[in-house]
């Protein structure tokens, strides 16, 4: 037995405009780490040479597509499976920020090639924070958008061991931007199975692509109520007044995206990577 990796994507375009409890469609990062997860952006742009090696998150990044910042970016980018950041291009300049699922520390740069760090604008770069939201509305449909990136990850590995998650991608919105929803979300899953197998609503056995597919589909068809942590931008404490306490427990309602088979199957594509 072998492992596979799969891409899988979610058009979540036709629920964005879903109502409460089946708002917020799918995020797997919560309030606190798109706070936590600050976006570096380095100062001006220096000379780079092709071949040069810069370690992103301790990783070595060989740069190969050429020496201006959108090449660098590039070559970045096309190893964010180890290394687990993204980079971008903003004014001229370099933009890197880890990818969803690993945000527990900053993104970090340093000398792969002597001086490299320097002349990329990362000895002292600009940290930029992602805005908490500024209502409970959005606050709690971040937290049914988690909830429900648990729901497909709990349906995978009812029949399936996931090994990692990564290349995690929203699209349509902007990193940490509320109440704007992704239009779908992209993410690349690894699993201790060359032959994945899952049951569709009627108990038969399915393989592989389809056994994916159908997995996911059902997670956007789920509904559950827990008590959980919950980002609360209402909830102030008494002394000094109006400090957000920012956390609270509350009885949190995810609903489904859709009750239609037909329309979750329509909304999931599955490809075999490796």
């Known amino acids: 037995m072998s492992t596979t990796e799969w891409q899988v994507v979610v058009n979540l375009s036709s629920f964005q405009g879903n109502s409460a409890p089946s ?4 995020d797997p990062e919560t309030v ?18 092709v071949g040069q090696v810069v370690m992103i998150n301790n990783y070595p990044v060989t740069l190969v597509s050429g020496t201006t910042a959108t090449t660098v970016a590039a070559d970045i980018n096309a190893q964010s499976a180890q290394h687990h950041a993204v980079a971008g291009v903003v004014g001229g300049n370099l933009t890197l920020i880890n990818e969803p699922l690993y945000t527990n520390v900053p993104v970090s740069v340093c000398d792969g090639t002597a001086g490299i760090t320097s002349e990329l604008g990362f000895i002292n770069p600009t940290l930029s924070s992602i805005a908490f939201p500024t209502t409970f509305v959005e606050a709690v449909a971040q937290k049914r958008a988690n909830l429900r990136w648990g729901f497909i990850m709990q349906r995978l590995s009812q029949t399936m061991t ?24 992209h993410f690349n899953v690894v699993l201790d199975s060359d032959s994945p197998y899952s049951y569709d ?19 956007l068809m789920d509904s559950d109520t827990m008590t959980v942590d919950l980002y609360d931008p209402t909830s102030t404490g008494p002394t000094p007044p109006g400090i957000v306490n920012g956390m ?7 609903g489904a995206l859709t009750t239609v088979l037909a329309t979750a199957l329509a909304a999931v594509t599955v490809t075999f990577v490796v």
């Open 201 to 219: 609503q009627a108990g038969n056995l399915l393989y592989g692509v389809t056994a994916i597919q159908t997995a996911v589909a059902l997670a």
């Open 32 to 49: 606190e780490s798109y706070r936590n997860n600050l976006l570096a952006t380095g100062s001006a742009f220096g000379s780079v040479v």
């Open 162 to 185: 996931i090994n990692s998650i990564h290349g995690v991608k929203l699209t349509g919105t902007t990193y940490g931007v509320w109440p704007t929803n992704p239009a779908s979300i």
């Open 23 to 26: 708002d917020g469609t799918v």
């Open 248 to 254: 609270s427990a509350d009885s949190v309602t995810a």
